[in-house]
């Protein structure tokens, strides 16, 4: 499986790359050895339905499509009508003893991911009885499993996907993390069974990639993608986070249970403010655990920032004054915020890295960074992380903290205030209402016109229905009905915080995010962690009640507070919020006739467009959509579903 060459975005209007032509080319930026720098782990496995051996000839195919993310090792396990694979990255236990696939009893797993409390975990059991060959997590969760079953995922705290063979039993367990930090897609086409880390794997083993015209009208019109179990590929779908699915090897039965959803707890007291600060300390302890270098991604925003703070002050508790930070510096002077991150870097003692990609990088790679991502992107700011990763591996760094989810948790996008004024005002609490208002127009970028504006847009389906109608306009109407459905369900979440984050955490919003950070940082060779989002903090967030998470007209307010023990105050109180953003209006514009021509090619557009629009007459993210789309089609060769 093969990826495009640098400079492939440049000369994509004389030479078009396809699935096909990735095929036995390598990008130069990372050259193939033999046993050369680690990567994100991958798993891939093969089920025929009817008792026919499998053979290894496919499942190598799939491990090859994804040999960037473990090329430190690879192991195989084939019996009969199941093939396990798996290819390697060392961060815990470096020796071979952590080769996979690995053995106990009856039990044999394939696993990507990091259990943080695998120590304490491995204390438990061996007071059990267990006894430990090697100091990997991987035997952690093989030995929980024995003991446990499927109430082990209960215990873990980390990020994973894996599969687990009962020999005895004749059964493969499958099992994601409670968010999906970590990918697992699968196909089941009734013969075959396919499953592994990345999509790129499933298409290697003999699909072929068609369009789902559903998602894709979804991520044209309303800008999401990975909110369901099915992807933008028509029968790749994905394990849902925190779910787990048992194939029965004799019937061919397949079954799936949900085990983790963050339900409403009947908490009293309540968690604190100084409750999330103590569960956030804890995980990021947690996530520095590992036995090669780590680092943290910074953007200067506040979440990063604090994880950054928190981070450096614990690896020189453990006698290492070196921490590295990365962050990205944007052509835009508007959308730069190195002056922030070079704050927190002094502030800090961090030893910090400037990651400055500018037109001719993105030109030059921005098709590999998308490869890497298979599925439509929501802007080019994914690129600006995709080059902090890059800059991260020159710097040596194997493992990147980052500040993701901590949005979510504690109400940090701008249109919480709209939830949250909503509840106010359906519970009666007109004068909390009005005074938070005031304070949110005072110590925000919102102004009065902007409120009444996003009031309408996010709680009034007509009304959001009606605008992004008009924005995708070039589509036939039976294509642009597709997305009203969830254009529904946005605007019916908007009346209580709660369960807007509650489903943001676990579909609409975080997913995305999630995935851009697994691809572009395995892409790589680095694991990227994210302390935010970890059970205890995860459910102390949601617990906390939305008076303390905004007030005083700030978002996040307990992050600043704690904030403002560890960091610059114009850092812990800054009103405006940027992250890793793509100077796209600058890059897009001087990209135009190169989109236009790949647009034009498509396929995909112009079986649901009435028209392909001028790009002149479009917004920026709109005009990256239907570019996105267009490369995403080429790339990966894919089909309209006649």
Not at 435 to 464: D, I, K
Not at 513 to 541: G, K, Q
Not at 613 to 642: C, H, K
């Amino acid at each position: 499986m093969r990826r495009p060459s640098a400079g492939a975005s440049r000369t994509a209007s004389v030479r078009r790359f396809t699935w096909k032509t990735f095929r036995g080319f390598m990008n130069p930026c990372w050259p193939r050895k033999a046993a050369a720098e680690p990567d994100m782990c991958g798993i891939a496995g093969i089920i025929n339905k009817d008792p026919v051996p499998t053979g290894t000839e496919t499942l190598r195919a799939m491990m090859e499509a994804m040999g960037h993310r473990g090329p430190d090792d690879e192991g195989i396990y084939s019996s009969g009508q199941l093939s396990l694979g798996h290819r390697r990255l060392s961060i815990i236990d470096l020796s071979p003893a952590g080769h996979q696939p690995m053995r106990f009893r009856d039990l044999v797993i394939i696993y990507n991911g990091e259990i943080y409390n695998y120590l304490e975990l491995r204390q438990e059991l061996e007071s059990l009885g267990h006894r430990f060959e090697t100091g990997t997590d991987t035997e952690v969760i093989l030995h929980a499993f024995d003991a446990w079953g499927d109430q082990c995922l209960h215990r873990f705290t980390g990020m994973w996907a894996f599969a687990i063979l009962d020999e005895a039993k004749g059964e493969v367990f499958l099992a994601r993390d409670r968010f999906g930090i970590k990918p697992l897609y699968y196909r089941d086409d009734g013969k075959r069974f396919l499953f592994a880390s990345e999509i790129k794997a499933i298409l290697a083993g003999g699909v072929s990639a068609r369009v789902n015209e559903q998602r894709l009208v979804e991520y044209l019109v309303v800008g999401i993608t990975d909110h369901t179990e099915e992807t933008c590929f028509e029968g790749v779908s994905q394990v849902l986070p925190g779910c787990w699915m048992r194939i029965d090897l004799p019937s061919g039965r397949i079954r799936g249970q949900r085990y983790y959803y963050p339900t409403a707890r009947a908490v009293s007291p309540p968690p604190t403010g100084d409750d999330f600060a103590a569960a956030l300390k804890r995980s990021v302890r947690l996530h520095l655990r590992s036995d090669v270098p780590v680092g943290t991604c910074l953007s200067g925003g506040l979440d990063s920032s604090v994880v950054a703070a928190l981070a450096a002050a614990m690896n020189r508790e453990n006698g290492n004054n070196r921490f590295d930070a990365v962050t990205a510096r944007s052509e835009n002077p508007e959308t730069d915020e190195t002056p922030y991150a070079r704050q927190v870097a002094e502030h800090c003692g961090l030893r910090w890295h400037i990651a400055a990609p500018d037109y001719d990088d993105f030109t030059g790679h921005i098709e590999t960074c998308l490869w890497f991502q298979e599925e439509p992107v929501g802007s080019p700011s994914v690129f600006m992380q995709y080059w902090v990763m890059k800059k991260a591996k020159e710097a040596g760094l194997k493992v990147m903290l980052d500040g993701q989810g901590g949005d979510e948790l504690l109400l940090g996008y701008e249109r919480y205030y709209i939830a949250y004024f909503l509840e106010l005002f359906r519970t009666g609490r007109l004068r909390d209402l009005f005074r938070e208002y005031v304070l949110a127009v005072r110590n925000s970028r919102m102004s009065f016109w902007w409120f009444l504006a996003s009031v309408g847009y996010f709680s009034c389906f007509p009304l959001r229905r009606s605008v992004l109608r008009r924005r995708a306009s070039f589509l036939k109407p039976e294509a642009l009905a597709r997305s009203y459905p969830l254009i529904r369900s946005l605007s019916r979440d908007f009346f209580r915080p709660r369960d807007l984050q509650v489903t943001e955490i676990m579909g609409r919003q975080l997913s995305h995010l999630l995935r851009y950070e697994d691809r572009n940082s395995m892409a790589f060779s680095i694991e990227a962690r994210v302390p935010f989002i970890e059970a205890d903090c995860v459910y102390t967030a949601l617990d906390l009640p939305a008076a303390e998470k905004i007030r005083g007209g700030y978002t996040k307010y307990p992050l600043r507070k704690l904030a403002e023990e560890i960091l610059p105050g114009e850092i812990a109180w800054r009103r405006n919020k940027i992250g890793f953003e793509a100077p796209a209006d600058l890059w897009l514009k001087r990209h135009q006739a190169v989109m236009h021509a790949e647009i034009d090619r498509s396929c995909v557009l112009n079986r649901i467009c009435n028209r392909i629009p001028d790009l002149g007459t479009l917004n920026t993210e709109m005009q990256w959509r239907l570019y996105n789309i267009a490369i995403w089609e080429r790339m990966f060769d894919v089909s309209s579903q006649d």
